[in-house]
Each structure stands twice: as structure tokens, then as C-alpha cells.
């Protein structure tokens, strides 16, 4: 059987994470992640469970090496409009985040999922999440109101940035 996107599927993924998350933070692991890291982590796993199962139709149990280097190294860069702290967050939250859902017994192969991220340049994220031509149109607009760049009247002339 295929399986296809859907909103009902999607929103239990997020309902899943929320509640998964604000019991990630009662945790010594995320307190000893630093301020910046801490204040990003919401969204960053948020982000994440989002873009793996929109794009990847994939559920903390179907996250793979795979799935998490192309989450993080392709789709966050693409589509998600932050700052570099927010990309500098990224691997050291979900590296301890994986580690907090394998104790809870949401993933099974955490070791394999934080070798995925261990291999993960953050130069490379970094850079990939700063070059322009790998944003999506909804990027460019979020990061024209996130770093404060004027829009023209018409959007199309605008899409260089």
C-alpha cells in the first residue's frame, strides 16, 4: 500500500512531539544544552518531525541515517528562515534529543541516528543554509522579514534578494 501525506497524520506527529518536547525539558540533557540552543530546540524539533514527514512521509520510528542527513542538510537549509545561531543549534539539540527519545522508547536506533548527525559539517549546514539559490520561495520571504530586507511591489523581480 502507498502511503500519501496526510494533515490528520501530520498533526499527530506535532501533537506527539509537543508533548514529547516539554518533557525533553525537564531534563538535565537539556538543561546543560546553552542558552542559544535552548531557545532554538522547540523549533528545531518541531522542524524536524514537520519536514521528515511531509517530505519523507517518516515517524520518529522511520527516521534512518539516511532520512536525517537529508532533513538537516537539505530540507532545514531550504526551508526553514533563521538565523546561524539557529543552524548552530541544530545537531547539538537533536543529537541530545535523539538520546531523550530512545530513553522513552519513541526511536530504536538513536546510536545510528546521532552518526548520521556526528557526520553532519555544521560549516557545510552553515553554508548550505546561507546560499541563497538553495532557499525556497517561502524561505526568501521569511528571510526578507527576518533579517529586515525591503520587498518590492512585485515579489517575482524580488526572489534574488
Not at 56 to 61: A, H, N
Not at 90 to 119: C, E, W
Amino acid at each position: 500500500m502507498e502511503q500519501k501525506y496526510s494533515e490528520v497524520e501530520a498533526e499527530k506527529h506535532f501533537e506527539n512531539n509537543r508533548l514529547w518536547f516539554r518533557r525533553f525539558q525537564t531534563t538535565r540533557s537539556f538543561r546543560k544544552l546553552t542558552k542559544p540552543e535552548r531557545a532554538a530546540a522547540g523549533y528545531i524539533t518541531q522542524a524536524f518531525v514537520g519536514l521528515a514527514y511531509k517530505y519523507q512521509l517518516r515517524g520518529p520510528r522511520q527516521y534512518s541515517a539516511k532520512s536525517v542527513k537529508e532533513v538537516i542538510l537539505n530540507l532545514f537549509p531550504a526551508k526553514i528562515a533563521a538565523t546561524n545561531v539557529f543552524f548552530t543549534s541544530v545537531i547539538p539539540v537533536m543529537r541530545r534529543y535523539f538520546v531523550f527519545l530512545s530513553a522513552q522508547h519513541k526511536v530504536s536506533n538513536a546510536k545510528t541516528l546521532i552518526r548520521a548527525l556526528d557526520g553532519i559539517k555544521i560549516g557545510t549546514l552553515l553554508s548550505s543554509h546561507r546560499d541563497m539559490n538553495n532557499w525556497d520561495q517561502h524561505k526568501r520571504l521569511g528571510m526578507q522579514v527576518l533579517m529586515g530586507y525591503k520587498l518590492d511591489a512585485d515579489p517575482e523581480k524580488n526572489c534574488g534578494i
